[in-house]
Every structure is written in structure tokens, then in C-alpha cells.
């Protein structure tokens, strides 16, 4: 399997399960702090597609970040490029783990769903 980019914060537990799932599963991963490298516009696009162009999936809207910015009510007036760039801004308004790759696209940790999206590929 080609590597996926795996966005963990340091210390989230679900981003440690997911780390350890990926392991156990002997999955190619490269590993970055989504507090210092947000994901990129076009990874972030690319996240979005997968799950139906539902902006908001890919979003920690639980995140103190998001709700300390009153994302919920800045969201709906922005356009496509003007979202991707916002969210780029800070990698803590991002749903995690986050992991994106040549035919993945996971954010949140559903071992269920990780098993299922990697053994297709």
C-alpha cells in the first residue's frame, strides 16, 4: 500500500488508537502534528470529496478553536476557497486523526471503517 499522511495531535487518545491501529495493520504512514501542519487546501478538498462535499465533516466542530472563532455562524457565508484557506489557518479546526492518501480519506477513528477503507484498496 502507497504511504498515507497520518495528522495526530500529541495528545489525543483517539489519534493514539489510531497510530497503534495503523501499526498493527503494518500501514505506511508518514505522522504530522496538526497543531504546527494543518492539512493542505487541496488535502483538505480532497477529505471534503470523500465524504459527500460535506464541508463541516472535516471540521473539530467540538474544538474549543472552532467555537472560541464562532466558526458555526462564519462558516455558511463562505465560499469554497475562502473555507479551505480559513481552515488551513489552524490545523485545531480539523476533525483528527486525519488521514489522507492515494484512495483514503478517513477523519475520526472507526477502526470498523479504517478496515474496510484500506482493505478495498
Known amino acids: 500500500m ?8 500529541p495528545t489525543c487518545t483517539t489519534c493514539e ?4 491501529w495503523l501499526a498493527a495493520h503494518k ?3 508518514a505522522e504530522k ?5 494543518a492539512p493542505t487546501v487541496a488535502e483538505m ?9 460535506e464541508r463541516k ?24 476557497a475562502a473555507f479551505f484557506t480559513l481552515v488551513r489557518t489552524n490545523g ?5 486523526p486525519f488521514v489522507i492518501g492515494p484512495s483514503v480519506a478517513l477523519v475520526g477513528f472507526k477502526a ?5 477503507q484500506f482493505a478495498a484498496k
Do not use: C
Request: aromatic fraction near 10%.
Open 27 to 29: 500501514i505506511d504512514f
Open 57 to 80: 465533516k472535516v471540521l473539530n466542530t467540538s474544538g474549543i478553536e472552532y467555537r472560541k472563532q464562532g466558526l458555526a455562524a462564519k462558516l455558511p457565508q463562505l465560499d469554497d
Open 45 to 53: 478538498r480532497a477529505m471534503a470529496a470523500a465524504h459527500g462535499g
Open 17 to 20: 488508537q489510531a497510530r497503534q
Open 33 to 37: 502534528d496538526i497543531r504546527t501542519t
Open 2 to 9: 502507497s504511504r498515507v499522511t497520518a495528522y495526530f495531535h
Open 112 to 116: 470498523e471503517a479504517w478496515a474496510e
Open 92 to 96: 485545531m479546526f480539523v476533525k483528527r
